[in-house]
């Protein structure tokens, strides 16, 4: 695999087996729009955990979560973090996981190498394993970070008023509260057994595809295993690379993958946010005739009013200014937006102006 380079259109929507590192250094630089990275957690068990019936804890004991010390384990972190910030886009950005084993060391990686951390972000589990020895809290999250590649980057992806939709009209916080992977959506293999150890839930990267991405992207996962990215990036519309060193775990993901129905164009678009939609200026819509000239407009409950004038400002009883100085005067504040206050009346029913706004917004589109 020495020197060998890949196409990224031979890339995408694949799943490519070998080293993540080489292969990482083989593609295209700045190819991807968004990586999601579950590395190894160097989880250092030591012998096997059984439960107070002595029966045997299925825990992670596979050899890819094995390494000799924190040195070895750095420098893994570090070499695979260094690929990874060479294939994003100049505005693109990495979500990484982990647990208290891990995510602390992969923190200080991040920052040394120029990321900027945006969010850390708690998954906090609704059906954790328990602590069966009784000597510890109960291990209930793991840690995602969220980081763009540098501290200068202006622009990345955050569809904000998405994510707020998807909170039931609230801000979304860092704190998610999501089932772990379980029943039907834990693949299994021929002998009924787990086919991945650390099998992530779908619903996590939904959040975090939807939350960081558009449709179209092309969202890198370096660490691929039974493609959970991958599963959910054809779903909502997103192209992916998938990288797995596990010939075993690539099968597994591009069975799964191919089984996956993309979702149609208008059900995957998200929730645009207000600042990305066009400016309409209020003189707009008094010149294309939706509040003529000498419109009277009013407040909630009808307690102001004020008149429109064919410049597109407002006139009340002692002040002439635009909508917004004019919504601020009226009621004695510094400022007030006008668009969400001023009404106009149809057929008896007062209707906010931001109506006739988003109407000229869907003629513009």
Known sequence: ?????????????RVI?????????????????LIFADP??????????HRPDQSKVDAVDDKWDQFSSFADYDKFTREWLTAARRVMKPEGALWV??????????????????????????????????????????NAHETMIWATRDQKQKSYTFNYEAMKALNDDLQMRSDWTLPICSGGERIKDENGDKAHSTQKPESLLHRVILSSSKPGDVILDPFFGSGTTGAVARRLGRHFIGLEREAKYASVARRR????????????????????????????????GLLPPGTILRGPQKRHQAKVRADGTLVCDNATGSIHQ?????????ACNGWTFWQYEDKGKLIPIDVLRQRLRADLA
């Open 257 to 288: 993958i191919a089984s996956i129905e993309p979702a149609d164009k208008d059900a995957i678009e998200v929730t645009k946010s207000k600042r990305s939609e066009p400016r309409i200026p209020f003189g707009w819509v008094v010149e294309r």
């Open 1 to 13: 695999m020495t020197n060998f380079k890949l196409d990224l259109n031979d890339a995408l929507d």
């Open 97 to 138: 996981i982990g647990s208290y084993h891990n995510i602390f060391r992969v923190g200080a990686i991040l920052q040394d190498l120029g990321f900027w951390i945006m969010n850390d972000v708690i998954w906090r589990k609704t059906n954790p394993m328990p602590n069966f020895r009784g000597k510890r809290f109960t």
């Open 17 to 33: 087996e070998g080293d993540c590192i080489k292969s990482m250094n083989a593609l295209p630089e700045g190819c991807a729009d």
């Open 326 to 334: 004019i919504g601020a005067h009226v009621q004695g504040l510094d």
């Open 40 to 49: 190894p957690y160097n989880l250092q068990l030591q012998g096997h955990l």
